[in-house]
């Protein structure tokens, strides 16, 4: 990197340069960047988040606005439909309820209470509200006068969806026959199919009147039925079979259909999956939902939206299968909905609660950023983001830091970032973005968040220092190893560049020898010859002071235990014969002798015991017996320390 610079150096402002440079220079920042993807799926239970619209890939923007309507006392809020009177009718469970909410008023009054069981389904239909109970498996209707009727008894368990006809009829999908009827006033109940699978659990119309889709569970199939005022009964043929066990619901939309089905619960992955498909069945993309079920489809303000559970998720689709986190909701399971008047209306279960969303961004939203983990204590410098904010919107954000995983009272409090982190400085970060919106139609967009971080330096860590010498083996067989081979490990927690430094400790002396001042390798030869005998210490120093400037530089040093340098040989004394005995004394000055050997007249070598029968001194003491022949005998001894260095002597004796 060249920096050119032109400042009259005597200047305080020539000086702030230069101190922030060395600054800047001496180790680089880290940062902390953050986009959306579809790891928020996964991680959504640890993000904290209100009226966010949050991509698996994108932008972030203000979400729908949401307002809680009312809670019911009953578990599940199974339907919703709406009457042309400002009313919402809604089917619960498990009390069999039936509820009329004046969306005027707020004012909500039961208007049907069956056994226990459910209202799995209701229909609007030419001013009466018609809906069926289970497990009784009766239809009722409501008239417009407010009074309630039995209209037929199925005969099934379950009552799951109702559609409306063109012809004032209504197709009726029960279980756990598999059948499907068709109810005509004035005529009774019609059985138009009898499925193979033993629940009907979706309908829509591909045309209406003429072409019905119907999914199935057990088996997971979607089928399509033809109506001909030719034919007395429809023409029936498989539209898509998926793989999964249960088609929840179907919805049409332009040229292709979408299809919500879920898998057994009893699957090892029991992953929900929404499939988009021609009108001839032809695949064109599918979506795994990362829920456990998906509950429901529906169409509202140009956008697929799937209903799931359980972690009360809405997902927005768009038509290339790319999925968003349209709104979450304090409820586990998000079960059914409603579209009145560009109002999106939606129920929970878990317990049952009414919402509803109006057509455009809410006012306001946040979002809090992931915890990062810097794994060590650091100072924070700027916050940079991508965004583009339009007149009349707004993004803020504020940061928290400390020094546990989650954040609690511990923690610093959110401060607003003003171009510079103030958060203290503390192992872990987070921030919060705060989006505002002046304009139901306008919203900012967030693309990216980038936190810079400087790491308090950590001090390398030396694992291993070793130094070589020869094996007990090697040295009784005279196998000296003067160059000694150096070898350690270190590690940097920051991953930074290091430079190693050599000392010899003298015993006796505390003055340590430098050997090596900037070895960039972890191994290092010593030849021992070039240095006195004797016992020392190695220390190894580290620094990362490559990439650190002097204040933020870190050391560490390691000794070792002491170690023997010995390069003089064994010395043979007094080597005499008497008495058919050799006798003589090894002497070392450092090491203790090891082994000992005598050949006579250029013989095998044999081995020699010490007088005291063991290896143990500086000084050993032998005697050998001897045979000698007349005339001139030679008497060789080899002899060595425990370095592996070797003496020998040699006596000529006359027989």
Known sequence: MKILLNIKFGSAVAKFIILFLIFVLRAPAGVFSWTPDESLFSTVDRLEFKNIFLPGSGTVRLGPAQESLLTLKDAVLWDIVPDRKGNLYLGTGNQQTLYRFNLRTSKLSTVFSGDDGEIFTLLEKDNNIYFGTSPSGIIYRISTIGSVESLVNTGENYIHKLLACPDNSIIIATGPNGKLYRLNPGKGLELLFTFSSAHITALGWLKPGQELLAGTSPGGTVYRLEFSPTLARPKVTVLYDTPLEEVKDIISQGALIYLA??????????????????????????????????????????????????????????????????????????????????????????????????????????????????????????????????????????????????????????????????????????????????YSQLTPELDRVDLYYQPVNRAPVITRLEISAPTENEA????????????????????????????????????????????????YELDTRTIPDGWYRLKLVVSDGVDRGPQDARSVEKITAPFLVDNTPPEIQELKFAGNRASWIVTDRSSPIVNCRISLNAGNWQPVTPQDLVFDELQERFVFPLELRPGINTIAVWAVDALGNTGTAQLTVMR
Do not use: H
């Open 476 to 523: 009784r067989k005279g196998n000296p190893q003067p160059k000694r081979q150096i070898s350690f490990e270190v590690q940097d927690p920051d991953s930074d560049s290091l430079i190693y430094q050599l000392y010899l400790q003298p015993e006796a002396s505390t003055n340590p020898l430098l050997i090596e001042k900037e070895l960039t390798e972890t191994r």
């Open 261 to 438: 089905a879920n898998s057994d619960s009893g699957e090892e992955q029991p992953q929900p999956v929404v499939f988009a498909v021609d009108r001839e069945g032809v695949l064109r993309w599918r979506w795994q939902c990362p829920e456990s079920t998906v509950l429901r489809l529906v169409n509202f303000n140009g956008q697929l939206l799937a209903l799931t559970g359980n972690r009360g998720l809405v997902y927005a689709l768009d038509t290339l299968g790319r999925a968003a986190i349209w709104t979450r909701l304090n409820q586990p399971q998000v079960i059914a909905t409603a579209v009145l008047n560009q109002t999106l209306y939606l129920g929970t279960g878990n317990p049952a609660r009414l919402y509803r969303f109006i057509a455009g961004y809410a006012d306001s939203g946040y979002l809090n950023g992931p915890v990062f983990d810097l794994q060590t204590p650091a100072r924070f410098g700027r916050l940079d983001y991508r965004a583009r904010i339009p007149n009349g919107t707004e993004i803020i954000f504020d940061t928290r830091s400390g020094n546990s995983q989650e954040p609690d009272s511990l923690w610093s409090i959110w401060e607003m970032v003003r171009g510079k982190v103030s958060s203290p400085p503390a192992r872990f970060i987070q921030w919060r973005a705060r989006l505002y919106s002046s």
